[in-house]
């Protein structure tokens, strides 16, 4: 006989991990030194959220976006989403690894809410500003930038489940009877 239900209690571990690599896809993100745009055609442009540089193989010249106020912005609003999202990470697993505590889930829930707003302000004003002041072509955005979309689509899905999850504390405690979606028999 063959049955498929929805294991609640491995939630409380699959959620906390999720957050681990949004918190992992933001570092890389906010890190990268290797750009979140580069020119399409002669790869002689990038620009990552600190810095953009202008060369090639090993003679760059590099300048700091720091000059630039909605550079401030986006490196501001990208760092407090980080820390934003740590500590929702750290109280995620303190609620759901330690101990069940249903009361805290929403509050992680508001924080990540918080942080895919702020983050989703800094992912959009940085194309919007770069392409405006520094455009000089086609450009690609890379993977770093791709790192930051991710951890913000992951923190979007982890803040849902968060709101969702106190509807569901006898499934996630284990005392509920298992439903089973489909069952063979």
Not at 58 to 83: H, R, T, Y
Not at 129 to 157: P, R
Request: hydrophobic share 55%; charged share 15%; aromatic share 16%.
């Amino acid at each position: 006989m063959f049955r498929c239900g929805i294991a609640y209690p491995r939630c409380r571990w699959i959620l906390p991990l999720l957050l681990l690599f949004a918190v992992i896809f933001d570092i890389v993100a906010i890190a990268a030194q290797s750009g979140w745009v580069e020119d399409e055609d002669a790869k002689t442009h990038y620009a990552n959220m600190w810095s953009q540089c202008r060369g090639r193989n090993e003679n760059w010249d590099c300048k700091s976006l720091m000059e630039f106020s909605w550079a401030q912005a986006v490196a501001a609003l990208m760092i407090i989403g980080f820390l934003i999202l740590l500590v929702a990470f750290i109280i995620s697993c303190v609620a759901l690894c330690c101990t069940l505590n249903i009361t805290l889930l929403p509050f992680i829930g508001l924080l990540l809410f918080l942080t895919v707003l702020l983050q989703f302000i800094a992912l959009i004003i940085f194309p919007l500003y770069f392409s405006e002041e520094i455009f000089e072509g086609h450009y690609d955005y890379t993977w770093a930038y791709g790192f930051g979309w991710g951890a913000t689509i992951l923190a979007i899905g982890c803040g849902i489940l968060f709101c969702c999850m106190p509807r569901y504390e006898d499934e996630l405690t284990g005392l509920a009877k298992t439903k089973y979606i489909y069952s063979s028999a």
